[in-house]
């Protein structure tokens, strides 16, 4: 993603070679059916058992906010990796939270500033945003382990 570019203060890559536009592309491609899914889920549940707002009054009028869940999620990964090289970690070394943080927290502060009407309703607590963490901590690592089985990643974090 960084088209080898190096960062002037450190010399160092300002994402490193794991970061790349196909797993940017395919990875956010492929987050949406599971946000669809959940979108889907919302809106089958009674309006007395949601715990969440709907994304939207249709799963079609959620798809904008899933793809900003997707793609915003791939954005912040790679701000998460820009930040380890700061850092001086290597690509693919393995950094509790900055892996997840800029992951969740990213497409939430997108969300909130492109469609707040939608965005703080639903993540407007503390208490939402940490669940999400807590929830996408233990995601996070499942679909690592995965990708890692599947050959797709390599490492498994």
Known sequence: MDFGRLWAKDGRRLLGPSKTW???LVGGALAIPF???EAGLILAAPPNLRLVPPW????????????????????GDALGSFFKRRLG??????????????????PIGLGALLDPGLFV?????????????????GLHAAFNQIGFRAG??????
């Open 121 to 137: 309703p639903v993540f407007g607590t503390w208490e939402a945003v940490l669940w999400l963490l807590v929830f996408t901590l």
């Open 152 to 157: 797709l990643k390599k490492v498994p974090w």
């Open 56 to 75: 939207g009054p249709s799963l079609a009028a959620s798809l904008p906010a899933v793809a900003l869940m997707a793609y915003g999620a791939m954005a």
């Open 89 to 106: 970690r290597p690509s693919g070394a393995r950094t509790l939270l900055l892996d997840q943080l800029p992951f969740v927290l990213l």
């Open 22 to 24: 196909s797993g940017f």
């Open 35 to 37: 946000g669809l899914l």
